[in-house]
């Protein structure tokens, strides 16, 4: 039953425009890229600033209004003999699959097509790092935006708390570590900043992503810090570890919400 | 009278000619080793050294002899001596294969040393493997031309040895110490320490060399004032090139390329005064030019293309004007410690300059900051630099460089270009 749930919210997803928006937008801004950048390694640099930006945003508020939009058939299925955790997580899967479906193809048809008449390395690696952060992104912040519109009857609230999340994770986390690196300039911080930004997934997919870019040499010793711990197993298991936990934290308190809640 | 002297210049001429005697050594020959030949050697003689290879230990000249080789004889110093030492004045080098110098923790074992001499010249030679290459010391009016000095150090090791010290296994390419009027000129020095180190070397010329995969520096430059290196090509050094405690130089026409890693410099200066860098091109390095107590300095026309940061001034380095060069495409293009700003950016060409141009004379009318936020973030709490493309940080120097409150604001350039600054090439 969750499978054919799953299915109907997965090609239920293409019917709506905001999904093919968003794979034109990555499509035609990628392909823009490489046009004029001609090097995949420039190419990643730019999109990882709008991944790490947009991806967020857009997961937030599409997932907040596909919640709230679908909120009458949920009405509907919830008088049928199913489940409420798959009648969630179902609807959960397809809006990211969906996405995340759209971003990936949005940005790796541009690279293939542009791939083999380029002169400068490919850059496989550091291309999929950065398509597998985007996709992280997107399995988070969508899980963030089903608990907010569960947790909301109220729209708006439900908006305003979705666009608090994002200016939390993008800026004002950083304004608080950037705070923290002035404040506390005297002292050897490199280990409680590497802490702090592993705990924010951004600020995880940013770094991961720029250590493997050549401007990784302009960190210097911090950047030998980090390198260190990212080369290191424990560091790629305690980074992927925290990133499934900021997946499945959100999800899960969202679901228990969703099974307790009064339709 | 005419006749006398025609005679006279005869007579001389015939004279030196039976006086230079060239002596050949080779393998096969009577005499077979330069050791031999340099004994029975006069003043001004020629010894042609045919092909073959001589492992004579350490061959010390002390008569001003040429030695010269055809094609290509190989001196060994089977990694235990220190190959030739010359201790005598107008001796030529010319066409030897020098390798395998010995390596001491005490002496500096060279490939070729010349030690307290005059015009002296070495030229087209190769020195492969040794511990130093070329050694100058308390040495005047010399010559080093169209070498090959290729060193046993490989950049691999020290990227491998993050944290150990293992450049003091290896020697400079082409040291020059205590040295006047010296000429280096076409070399190509490769896998060294330093490519060309020069400590208190005056009154000399660079010119045209090509130093590359040193482990430290492309050119290491100390305490030599009145110099000028120019046309030359350092690239792909550990540290790029620094130049230090030095006054009056002259920097011209040289490229410092791929300078690229956690320490590198294209070019360090450090306690530089009165030195004109000029029509340079700093492309790829982590740091374009790092200005530690840099003062009276012009640079003028010189090309910055995607470095890290294109230049870093501390701020003990006053009184530098920047004239029209170019800032392209680099992460930051200044970074600055200071509050202040003691030296003059003018008519400058910076690619992320957005402003206009109204009565079309080619300068903005607004001024550039080339300063950003972040940059003088990392320069005072090398940490921040872990917020790289924060969409913060991107915020943050927006509103910055539109309402300058924390960088300095007197570090501007007033009239910037708003067309790349085309010098010839």
């Given amino acids: 039953m969750s499978i054919k749930l799953l299915k109907y919210e997965f090609f239920n997803m293409y019917r709506n425009k905001w999904i093919i928006f968003y794979f034109i937008f990555f499509l035609v801004l990628t392909t823009a890229l490489f046009y004029f950048a001609k090097s995949p390694a420039k190419v990643v640099a730019t999109l990882l600033q709008l991944i790490i930006l947009v991806i967020p945003l857009t997961s937030l508020i599409l997932g907040t209004i596909f919640m709230y939009d679908s909120r009458n058939f949920i009405e509907l299925l919830l008088s049928l003999p199913i489940k409420r955790s798959s009648i969630y997580i179902s609807k959960y899967l397809g809006t990211t699959i969906s996405l995340s479906i759209s971003f990936a193809l949005g940005v790796i048809i541009p690279y293939l097509f542009f791939i083999k008449s380029l002169e400068e390395p490919p850059e496989y690696f550091l291309y999929f790092s950065l398509v597998i952060a985007g996709i992280f992104l997107t399995f988070i912040f ?122 | 009278m005419k006749k006398l002297l025609c005679i006279k210049v005869l007579f001389l001429i015939t004279y030196t000619l039976s006086y230079a005697k060239t002596i050949t050594v080779c393998p096969d020959c009577k005499i077979s080793s330069i050791k031999k030949a340099l004994q029975i050697a006069e003043n001004g003689d020629t010894i042609l050294i045919k092909k073959g290879i001589y492992k004579e230990g350490n061959i010390v000249v002390k008569k001003s002899v040429k030695l010269i080789g055809e094609g290509y004889p190989v001196i060994d110093g089977q990694k235990k001596y220190e190959v030739i030492t010359v201790k005598a004045n107008n001796v030529v080098v010319k066409g030897l294969v020098i390798q395998n110098s010995g390596k001491s923790d005490i002496e500096d074992l060279a490939g070729i040393k010349f030690f307290k001499t005059k015009n002296c010249r070495i030229e087209d030679c190769i020195l492969r493997n040794n511990f130093w290459g070329i050694y100058f010391a308390a040495s005047k009016n010399g010559v080093i031309k169209n070498n090959k000095v290729f060193g046993p150090a490989k950049l691999e090791y020290l990227k491998s040895a993050f944290g150990t010290r293992i450049e003091t296994n290896f020697g400079n390419g082409i040291h020059l110490w205590h040295c006047k009027n010296m000429l280096v000129e076409s070399n190509h020095v490769k896998n060294h320490r330093d490519g060309i180190y020069f400590e208190f070397v005056k009154n000399s010329t660079i010119i045209n060399n090509i130093s590359e995969k040193n482990l430290r520096y492309g050119l290491h430059f100390m305490f030599s004032h009145k110099d000028n290196y120019i046309n030359n090509i350092f690239r792909n050094n550990g540290a790029g090139v620094a130049v230090m405690y030095t006054k009056f130089v002259y920097m011209a026409n040289n490229r410092f390329e791929y300078n690229w890693g956690m320490a590198s410099y294209g070019l360090l200066l450090k306690e530089i005064y009165d030195s004109y860098i000029y029509h340079n091109v700093i492309y790829k390095n982590t740091t374009g030019i790092f200005a530690d107590n840099t003062n009276r300095t012009v640079i003028k026309e010189n090309d910055f293309l995607e470095n890290g940061w294109a230049l870093r001034i501390w701020g003990n380095s006053q009184n530098n004007i920047f004239k029209h060069n170019n800032f392209i495409a680099n992460t930051f293009n200044v970074a600055t410690n200071s509050f202040e700003n003691p030296n003059t950016y003018t008519e400058n060409y910076w690619s992320d300059y957005k402003g206009y141009d109204l009565n079309g004379d080619g300068i903005g009318d607004v001024p550039y900051r080339p300063v950003s936020l972040f940059g003088y973030f990392t320069e005072n709490y090398p940490l921040s630099l872990v917020l790289t493309r924060s969409f913060f940080i991107y915020l943050l120097d927006y509103t910055e460089r539109n309402f300058p409150m924390i960088i300095p604001s007197k570090l501007m350039d007033k009239r910037p270009l708003m067309r790349r600054y085309e010098w010839s090439r």
Avoid: C, H
């Avoid at chain 1, 907010?148 to 800026?171: M, N, P």
């Avoid at chain 1, 770094?207 to 950047?223: E, P, Q, R």
């Fill in chain 1, 142 to 263: 969508v899980a963030f935006a089903f608990l907010i519109a569960t947790f909301f009857e109220d729209r708006v609230k439900g908006f305003g708390s979705s666009i608090l999340v994002w200016l939390y994770t993008t800026l004002i986390y950083d304004g608080i570590i950037l705070f923290i690196i002035i404040y506390f300039k005297d002292y050897p911080l490199e280990k409680p900043v590497l802490l702090m930004s592993i705990l924010n997934p951004i600020d995880i997919a940013r770094i991961f992503v720029i250590l493997k870019l050549d401007i990784a040499a302009l960190l210097g010793y911090t950047g030998a810090v980090f390198q260190k711990f990212f080369d290191t197993k424990l560091g790629i298991s305690v980074s992927f570890g925290v990133l499934f936990v900021w997946i499945f934290f959100p999800l899960i308190v969202g679901l228990y919400k969703f099974r307790k809640k009064d339709f």
